[in-house]
């Protein structure tokens, strides 16, 4: 007899990851256990659910509909289940959260002594990276974004902006001399900051006369990780345009010298992304609450939104990196 609530979650999971090896190997069943579930679920109903192709999979009406259904259905299930395991209805359980490395250290980290003593029942498992997620296929909760909001497949909260910095070492300075308008930067290299993704550099940008002007430098590194960027600006080797929240301390220290004051770079924007679901796990909201509420006051986060979604515009068609 089919285990029909089993059947549901398969067939969300095939919609949602638009795959079936995706969705067995995140339900941990062999690929062909998921195709009989759905052929079995297909044959009860008396519909086609999926049409299949070589390249995708596509939703029937039928299937769409049936879809809407299935995940309210199962997501009254988690509720019932959750109230009787817990009636205090206390968020509790594993949350697994993606972030890039700027705003874990910067502003999560440093904080997260507080969430803990607000909710004791969550375990916290963090990976902190500045590569694409797959939430469905790799079982994350939430991820932290930088730059562009994400698809329609996900729900998303803007959470502010991080300013940036333009500086450079004074070794540096000592070189190749400070610049005083942007227009100089001919006659200066950078440490070019590089996609992950698709390998290219960022070019430095600068908001001047309420527009945004993005300007390509040359240089002789490229990386892709922001500590090592950072690294790379402290040892001389180039300008950079780090997230103010991670060069302050080298800015107080002396080690690094804010440049352009006047023509500060674009502030790039956060946001928390996670899954769309009639009802939000407790345990999710509880924490993305938290983070728009640990923004709201953390230093260095600009909540200026028009700029935001002017800069958004600019960022899009440069493809920026995360740090």
Do not use: K
């Amino acid at each position: 007899m089919m285990d029909r609530i089993m059947a549901m979650q398969t067939f969300v999971r095939i919609v949602d990851t638009n795959s079936f090896t995706r969705a067995a190997q995140s339900l941990g069943i062999p690929r062909a256990t998921a195709t009989t579930l759905v052929q079995s679920l297909e044959a009860m109903l008396g519909i086609q659910l999926l049409v299949r192709t070589t390249r995708r999979l596509n939703l029937t009406a039928e299937g769409a509909a049936y879809y809407e259904r299935c995940v309210q259905i199962l997501a009254d299930i988690d509720d019932i289940e959750a109230s009787l395991r817990h009636p205090d209805d206390r968020p509790r359980g594993r949350l697994r959260v993606e972030m890039p490395a700027v705003v874990a250290n910067a502003i999560i980290f440093p904080a997260l002594d507080d969430f803990h003593a607000r909710h004791e029942h969550i375990l916290l498992a963090f990976g902190v990276s500045n590569r694409q997620v797959d939430l469905v296929g790799e079982a994350i909760d939430c991820c932290i974004l930088t730059g562009a909001l994400p698809g329609s497949g996900l729900a998303a909260r803007r959470l502010g902006a991080l300013e940036r910095v333009t500086c450079a070492s004074p070794l540096y300075l000592a070189r190749y001399g400070t610049p005083l308008q942007f227009e100089e930067l001919t006659d200066h290299v950078a440490v070019n900051c590089m996609r992950a993704q698709t390998g290219r550099a960022v070019d430095f940008d600068f908001q001047v006369n309420d527009d945004t002007v993005n300007v390509p430098l040359g240089g002789f590194v490229q990386v892709s990780d922001e500590h090592a960027y950072l690294e790379c600006g402290v040892r001389g080797f180039g300008l950079i345009q780090p997230p103010r929240a991670l060069a302050q301390p080298y800015l107080d220290s002396g080690r690094l010298r804010e440049v352009l004051p006047h023509y500060r770079p674009a502030p790039m924007p956060v946001s928390v992304a996670y899954l769309r679901h009639r009802r939000v796990p407790l345990h999710v909201l509880a924490f993305v609450n938290w983070l728009a509420e640990l923004f709201e006051t953390a230093r260095h986060v600009s909540h200026e939104l028009p700029d935001v979604s002017r800069i958004l515009r600019g960022m899009e068609a440069n493809e920026p990196a995360g740090v």
